[in-house]
């Protein structure tokens, strides 16, 4: 039976169809599979399934990127609410967009595929100082700082990405903490996230979940 | 002397000039040409002509644009707040709508020309035209009747309402943003405007799947272009790829320019309009704020040899990034013109 869910669900998220993809979920619930089984056997490996057809063709479009994040996002917090016991965490994040930017849809995506892998994460909300970064990822204990940036100038500039970098260098927290970068530049140049001195980046939200578990881990080691 | 507005009409004709046509897009350049803040810059439309004249005159090549900035349309629908830099493109800082009751709310202007928040502009189209017109093409851009939303309430809510409804605002707000196009063009068109650069995100495949786009994206492209014409419209998707899309659009709006991704494969694309209309090829220019020199002429190169060939080809750049050194930005015109050359072999 879950082998029917699992590709009906996944089906679901190919054609962006949020109403059917839920409908399936609730449906197996009903049916006796146990919520925890959906989130871990049907809507992670689903993003899994994704990230893979991701890197061998590329050929998902930002429409099924904001689904699948609203989708994983919608059906984990409701299965959530009803496991047994409280999921541990796999991670803590901290994300934002830089200083100067007020684009917020990058950030959104992410954080709802962060979300479904059991990954906390603090939305710090558009146009993010690089203190306020830092002390809120010192605060909460994060492994990760995600800077999404949507312009050249946000993602290159000395309040982004460079600046966080500089603190946590100036408080000895580069072994405690990783920065992973994201948005539009980075997509046109991927080797910049080296020259914004990131750890890390993404192309999209659904890649972006894996990288930051990988870089959770990592720090965790 | 041959113009930059000759090379463009040759290349649309499939004539040969001297060279290709070459579209440089220098906008948030302008403030430093000029050694003011972007406030004052673009508080006087002016400034904003002399930059791009200037530029052009410096640089060599084709066109001039009247564009300050994108949000700036956003300002004539109602936002207060823009976002400046020093080094990058002004944004919009508040949305106009916050609620869907703002959709109910938002006016669109019956005359944009008598609009404050266009005064400037059509200083800025008036110098343009009197020093510029009929010799470089003048550029104007406008968005799309489903793009412009994004910029009135953010591309996050847009989307959820876009995908998710309800039906009822969206199709308003929609059908409020296609006047605005339309009134919009007009403006553009009787000021002196040549080239108008029709951007759409929406009618890109890196934003939406092929269904969608068919059903949903082309009825309002169908729509927005039936109502202006085709006249000196150009096909572009705020550099998102587009070649799965031509062959249809050509079809159904007769549209002639379009104004490829660095994502997109240019002789690729060229294939598909056949002929029947003119090929843009658009270097990935935030590449060009590292690239050196010969990185910087190879691609130029690449690019060329796959669009040239069997003219109706025209060379251009995105919005290019502040950061951009200025031997670059002549590394890559000095290749175009070099490559772009007709000799009489090519
Ligand atoms: C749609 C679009 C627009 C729309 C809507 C913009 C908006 N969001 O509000 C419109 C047409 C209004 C627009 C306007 C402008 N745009 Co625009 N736009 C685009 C376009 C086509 C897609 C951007 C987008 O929204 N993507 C959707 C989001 C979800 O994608 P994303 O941010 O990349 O996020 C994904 C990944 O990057 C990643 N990610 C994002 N954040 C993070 C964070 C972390 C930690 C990780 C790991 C991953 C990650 O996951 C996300 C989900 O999959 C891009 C070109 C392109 N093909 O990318 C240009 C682009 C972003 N725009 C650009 C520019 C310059 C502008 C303007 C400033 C132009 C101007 N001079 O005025 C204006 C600004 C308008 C304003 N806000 O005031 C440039 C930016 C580069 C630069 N030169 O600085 C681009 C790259 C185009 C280009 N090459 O010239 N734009």
């Not at chain 2, 020093?131 to 550029?139: D, L, N, R, T, V």
């Not at chain 2, 009787?190 to 092929?210: E, H, I, K, R």
Request: proline share 4%; net charge negative.
């Amino acid at each position: 039976m879950l082998d029917k869910i699992i590709k009906e669900y996944n089906e679901a998220i190919y054609d962006t169809d949020r109403d059917r993809a839920l409908m399936v979920v609730h449906q197996a619930v009903e049916q006796g599979v146990s919520p925890e089984d959906v989130v871990f056997k049907v809507v992670l490996p689903a993003l899994d399934l994704m990230v893979k057809a991701i890197s061998e063709n590329m050929d998902a479009n930002l429409a099924q990127h904001f689904m699948t994040a609203q989708i994983a996002d919608t059906v984990t917090a409701e299965m959530i609410a009803k496991f047994k016991k409280v999921p541990a965490v796999v991670g803590t994040v901290v994300i934002g967009t830089a200083q100067g930017d007020m684009h917020s849809l990058g950030k959104r995506i992410v954080i709802g595929c962060l979300k479904a892998r059991m990954i906390d994460v603090t939305d710090l909300g558009v146009n993010v100082t690089p203190e306020h970064f830092v002390d809120e990822a010192v605060g909460r204990k994060a492994q990760v700082i995600g800077i999404s940036a949507m312009m050249v100038h946000t993602a290159r500039g000395e309040n982004g990405s460079l600046a966080v970098r500089r603190l946590l260098q100036e408080r000895g927290l580069e072994d405690k903490i990783r920065i992973i970068v994201g948005g539009a530049p980075f997509r046109f140049d991927d080797g910049l996230y080296r020259t914004v001195q990131a750890d890390a980046w993404a192309s999209d939200g659904v890649t972006a979940s894996k990288v930051v578990a990988d870089l959770v881990k990592e720090v965790r080691q | 002397m041959i113009t930059g507005m000759d090379r463009l009409v040759a290349a649309i004709k499939g004539e040969k000039s001297d060279r290709i046509p070459v579209f440089c897009n220098l906008i948030d350049q302008g403030p430093r040409e000029m050694g003011l803040t972007p406030q004052e810059y673009y508080a006087n439309g002016d400034y904003v002509a002399e930059a791009q004249l200037r530029m052009q005159a410096r640089y060599g090549y084709d066109n001039v644009w009247s564009l300050f900035y994108v949000g700036k349309e956003a300002e004539l629908l109602g936002c207060k707040k823009i976002l400046y830099d020093k080094h990058g493109p002004p944004n919009v800082e508040e949305f106009v709508i916050k609620t869907y009751d703002d959709i109910d709310r938002l006016e669109v202007p019956t005359d944009l020309t008598q609009h404050p928040a266009f005064a400037e502009e059509l200083k800025c189209l008036a110098l343009l035209k009197r020093e510029a017109g009929g010799k470089s093409p003048i550029c104007a851009y406008i968005s799309s009747s489903m793009t412009l939303p994004a910029m009135l309430m953010g591309m996050e809510k847009w989307m959820e309402l876009l995908f998710f409804g309800p039906a009822e605002p969206r199709e308003a707000l929609l059908a409020k943003c296609h006047d605005f196009f339309v009134k919009e063009v007009k403006a553009y068109r009787d000021g002196g405007a040549d080239v108008l650069v029709y951007s759409n995100p929406f009618g890109s495949t890196d934003t939406v799947p092929m269904k969608y786009f068919l059903e949903h994206s082309l009825p309002w492209i169908e729509k927005d272009i039936a109502a202006v014409g085709t006249a000196g419209m150009v096909y572009y998707c705020g550099m998102s790829s587009f070649n799965k899309v031509i062959d249809i659009v050509l079809a159904r709006t007769g549209l002639g320019v379009y104004y490829l991704s660095p994502l997109d494969d240019i002789a690729e694309g060229k294939r598909i309009i056949a002929g029947r209309g003119l090929t843009c090829g658009v270097i990935n220019d935030i590449r060009l704020i590292d690239w050196g020199r010969d990185e910087i002429r190879a691609e130029v190169k690449r690019m060329i040899e796959a669009g040239m060939p069997g003219g109706k080809f025209l060379f251009g750049t995105g919005v290019m990034p502040y950061d951009i050194p200025e031997a670059n930005i002549r590394a890559m015109l000095e290749a175009a013109y070099e490559f772009g050359r007709y000799d009489d072999d090519k």
